[in-house]
């Protein structure tokens, strides 16, 4: 088998306070099952960079793009506008090696503030739940739903979190996690910075 190039792509862990500000809520959808790629489980909102999301910017950054994507695939996939401005990068997942579909997807926080309507599109997503990462993770320690393994670090990384201040605070500081280690394709360069 021949190795797939992987396809870059955005990934926004949507997170809000709960309605007693004690913990936080992550949005989490359920893929249709009929899909090829991580049919029927649970994921955050997002999909791959169009050529769409490339042609706004001369310069061609991927990063700018998955910034692009992030923000569509989320209207797209939940009915939520989220502000490319309030996206905090947090983490690059490459699909490993001889696998039938690649990604190399860029990883987002997007914390709100303000309440929303989640509206999914019943067909690609069927369904959505806010659900603590916690609570998240024990489901499917329970086998009560399938979480992909980027979806379960990344719930990981945050389930110690209480409040939106302190999850942003310690992102901000934390180096930005790739997987694999050394994945050629995380290109920071990319980020224009």
Not at 45 to 56: E, H, I, N, S
Request: proline share 7%.
């Amino acid at each position: 088998m021949t190795d797939i190039k992987p396809v870059p792509a955005a990934t926004v862990v949507v997170i809000r306070e709960t309605a007693n500000k004690t913990d936080l809520e992550v949005l989490l959808l359920r893929r249709n099952s009929k899909l090829v790629f991580h049919g029927g489980h649970w994921v955050f909102p997002g999909g791959r960079v169009d050529a769409a999301d490339f042609a706004l910017d001369e310069g061609g950054l991927e990063y700018k793009a998955a910034l692009r994507a992030a923000v569509r695939e989320t209207k797209e996939e939940a009915g939520i506008n989220i502000d490319i401005d309030e996206l905090l990068h947090t983490a690059h997942w490459t699909t490993p090696p001889k696998l039938p579909r690649r990604f190399c997807t860029w990883f987002f926080l997007c914390p709100l503030k303000e309440p929303v309507t989640v509206v999914v599109d019943n067909d690609e997503i069927l369904e959505h739940r806010w659900i603590t990462p916690r609570d998240a993770l024990a489901d499917a320690a329970a086998d009560k739903w399938v979480l992909p393994r980027p979806t379960m670090v990344t719930l990981r990384d945050i389930e110690m979190h209480r409040s939106l201040e302190e999850l942003l605070e310690d992102a901000r500081q934390r180096d930005i996690h790739v997987f694999p280690k050394d994945s050629a394709y995380y290109r920071p360069q990319e980020m224009g910075c």
